[in-house]
């Protein structure tokens, strides 16, 4: 009987719970590091998930969303028009989909490019605020990876910065997945991500208020190493179907 009353009540008590366990998670690392949980937002990332869960957690008092996927996310967000929620666009970014991106979303993390960056501010919608940007870099050089080199982001910071319809916030990393140091990787990784934030804010005089780092496998080393913003998905909703 999918959908009862019964069966969304046990979606609810499951949903309220892992999004529990993922803010203890997040508290517990940044009372470790002497941060401020209040710094770090928890975007929770819904790709695949149906509205109704993320409606359950939107009662529950989540406020900030991720989607991967801008024909599964349109709808979603259409549905789900009344709820004030924040949106973030984390996924690759095809240039025939930038004008759904500019209009429906909040923030975007996955900007790697200058034809792109560009094409997202024409096309964001005057009525709205700037679109929030995250450049995304791929520190690890994975050749398989999306993002620019940690040599190509002072290019593009300076070129995102011209850009009217956008606010430049700072830089996300997706952290390397199956290489045999993996934990000691991801902790270079993060920390180089923050470090060269630092480079940029001091080389080009910009202010980059966001580290988009850490995910339900790693958030605690993200948070330790400075992430103001957590993707998490898994562990609020259940393992993805593949
Ligand atoms: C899917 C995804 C996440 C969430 O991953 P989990 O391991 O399920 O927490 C975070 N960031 C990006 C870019 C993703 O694509």
Known sequence: MPNSSSDRALRDAELRGKLAQVKARIDASAKASARDAADITLVAVSKTRPAQDISLLYEAG?????????????PKISILNRCTIEWHFIGRIQSNKTREIARYFDWVHSVDRIEIARRLSRQRPHSLAPLNVC???NISREPSKAGVTPDEVADLVAAIYQLPGMNLRGLMTIAPRNTTNR???RRQDFQELNNLRSQLERG???HLDTLSMGMSGDLE?????GATIVRVGSAIFGVREP
């Not at 406020?63 to 996310?73: I, L, P």
């Not at 080393?221 to 190493?225: E, G, K, Y």
Request: no cysteine.
């Open 183 to 185: 934990n000691t990787n």
């Open 135 to 137: 450049i995304q870099v």
């Open 62 to 74: 989540q406020r900030s969303f991720g989607e991967s996927y801008v024909q599964e996310a349109v």
């Open 204 to 206: 080009q005089g910009v």
């Open 221 to 225: 080393d993200a948070v330790r190493f």
